[in-house]
């Protein structure tokens, strides 16, 4: 997907898209208000991204969206995220993750924004590999870990 916009969708899983066991690209494109929700749960407001599911977001912005669960921005389930020169601003998430939630699952951030919004940490990361490939500029210390140019708990 290129240059598209997902605005005000809602859906169980990924309120703006679900990738399950799939090869997902995303480029200069726009997750705003989209809601995953169900029965209490739902992952991935902007993004659900499922095993064995390869996500690559690039130049992109996660901005307003929600989830009852985790994962306000996207959820990475067991799959593999890489997420270069993108803005999470402002997405909330009920549980943990405003930003990013990877589950047993592999993550990269490169050169990206992270605002945690409403709801804690920007990125929680269970029992899997988070990686921070330099240059992220987060509010907190979450989705940082010593990268060449990233800083922590920036206003």
């Known amino acids: 997907m290129t240059n598209s916009t997902f605005s005000?969708?809602?859906?169980?899983?990924?309120?703006?898209?679900?990738n399950e066991s799939g090869t997902a690209t995303v480029t200069n494109s726009t997750f705003s208000g989209n809601r995953a929700?169900?029965?209490g749960g739902g992952g991935g407001g902007g993004i659900y991204n499922s095993y064995p599911g390869t996500l690559t977001v690039t130049n992109s912005t996660f901005s307003g969206n929600s989830v009852d669960d985790s994962g306000?921005?996207?959820?990475n389930n067991f799959g593999t995220?890489?997420?270069?020169n993108s803005t999470f601003f402002?997405?909330?998430?009920?549980?943990?993750?405003?930003g990013v939630y990877n589950r047993l699952g592999t993550a990269h951030l490169a050169g990206?924004?992270?605002?945690?919004?409403?709801?804690?940490?920007?990125?929680v990361n269970i029992s899997g590999t988070f990686?921070?490939?330099?240059?992220?500029?987060?509010?907190?210390?979450?989705c940082?870990?010593?990268?060449?140019?990233?800083?922590?708990?920036?206003?």
Do not use: F, Q, R
């Open 8 to 18: 005000s969708n809602s859906a169980n899983y990924g309120g703006g898209i679900s």
């Open 37 to 39: 929700e169900w029965l």
């Open 72 to 75: 306000g921005g996207i959820y």
């Open 81 to 84: 995220l890489t997420v270069t």
């Open 90 to 98: 402002n997405n909330s998430a009920t549980n943990s993750g405003g």
């Open 112 to 123: 990206t924004i992270l605002d945690k919004g409403t709801s804690g940490d920007n990125c």
């Open 131 to 142: 990686t921070d490939n330099g240059y992220n500029l987060s509010d907190d210390a979450t």
């Open 144 to 155: 940082t870990d010593g990268g060449i140019g990233s800083a922590n708990n920036a206003t």
